[in-house]
């Protein structure tokens, strides 16, 4: 069983940054690939980005590629997005979720909710222009 707890959302004005933790429980943490996605208004659940269980691999979405870094650190079972350069289209709620796998090379497994077995709650972002 996998816990996932996220944090770090928050009101931004547009240009700023946030931070997003997420804290995953077990010990599998580190034999997983992990994802962030998001959830506007209205809008359906998207892939946001994906790292590998070794860090070595990272994909991220068109929307937020060279503003958005995904990270983590296996030694604390903690997952991270930073974003920078935020736009009022960011504003969503963000969710990390631990993958099946070590990590996906394709978009059509690394950006499919269905890669996924474990979602954390989300940590709410609003960017105001």
């Known amino acids: 069983q996998v816990q996932l707890v996220e944090s770090g959302g928050g009101l931004v004005q547009a240009g700023g940054s946030l931070r997003l933790s997420c804290a995953a429980s077990g010990r599998t943490f580190s034999n997983y690939a992990m994802g962030w996605f998001r959830q506007g208004p209205g809008k359906e659940r998207e892939f946001v980005a994906q790292i590998g269980w070794r860090s070595g691999t990272t994909y991220y979405a068109d929307s937020v590629k060279g503003r958005f870094t995904i990270s983590r650190d296996n030694t604390r079972n903690t997952l991270f997005l930073q974003m920078n350069s935020l736009k009022p289209e960011d504003t969503a709620l963000y969710y990390c979720?631990?993958?099946?796998?070590?990590?996906?090379?394709?978009?059509?497994?690394?950006?499919?909710?269905?890669?996924?077995?474990?979602w954390g709650q989300g940590t709410q972002v609003t960017v105001s222009s």
């Open positions: 979720a631990k993958a099946q796998t070590q990590y996906y090379r394709d978009y059509s497994h690394y950006a499919d909710l269905q890669s996924y077995d474990y």
